[in-house]
T-cell receptor, first 117, second 113 residues
């Protein structure tokens, strides 16, 4: 069982579609993250929210738009994606945020497997 | 910025043997070193981590060692089992920059029964 839940598990979308990925955690963690993972590669950081505020944006294209409605929820809105955006999108959370003096472990969700056609 | 090198990229061992994966890092300010295991089609899972104030940490068949002077850390798995087969990622980050966790490129471990 994972403590970070992501929906949907799989998503196929066309380049003109608008869709959203959802992530939820109930561990009281203060930071939430979006990562992108291509096959046979390590996860790449996209965004970090700390205390519901966007604290890191790793120069991600504007066709990816994150949203943090509250401390337990994290969304990733997708619009006008390209086929090269097909990947596994992982949500993660940690007890402390990225600017804490203490590094706390990342807990990953099972991911959404996204295919852009 | 931080750079993490991981070796080998693939590792094949017989069941019961030991496996060792090595990582080096470049930023002397890095002080947190987690290891993640990712089985095919699944999420990365933290299996062990070490902080720069200790040199070794063990958890059953898994151990991690850290050499701050040489800037390298290693994962040791003893008595390997087929279920240990997965991709293992090392990572490094410095205090106050958990969002800048830098991953190695991964090691695909295969344990043959």
């Amino acid at each position: 069982d994972t403590e970070v839940t992501q929906t949907p598990k799989h998503l196929v979308m066309g380049m003109t579609n608008k869709k959203s990925l959802k992530c939820e955690q109930h561990m009281g963690h203060r930071a939430m993250y979006w990562y992108k993972q291509k096959a046979k590669k390590p996860p790449e950081l996209m965004f970090v929210y700390s205390y519901e505020k966007l604290s890191i944006n790793e120069s991600v294209p504007s066709r990816f738009s994150p949203e943090c409605p509250n401390s337990s929820l994290l969304n990733l809105h997708l619009h006008a994606l390209q086929p090269e955006d097909s990947a596994l999108y992982l949500c993660a959370s940690s007890q402390e945020g990225p600017h804490s003096s203490y590094n706390s472990p990342l807990h990953f969700g099972n991911g959404t497997r996204l295919t852009v056609t | 910025g931080e750079n993490v090198e991981q070796h080998p990229s693939t590792l094949s061992v017989q069941e019961g043997d030991s496996a060792v994966i090595k990582c080096t890092y470049s930023d002397s300010a890095s002080n947190y070193f987690p290891w993640y295991k990712q089985e095919l089609g699944k999420r990365p899972q933290l299996i062990i981590d070490i902080r720069s104030n200790v040199g070794e940490k063990k958890d059953q068949r898994i151990a991690v060692t850290l050499n701050k002077t040489a800037k390298h850390f290693s994962l040791h798995i003893t008595e390997t089992q087929p279920e240990d087969s997965a991709v293992y990622f090392c990572a490094a980050s410095s205090r106050g920059s958990q969002g800048n966790l830098i991953f190695g490129k991964g090691t695909k471990l295969s344990v043959k029964p």
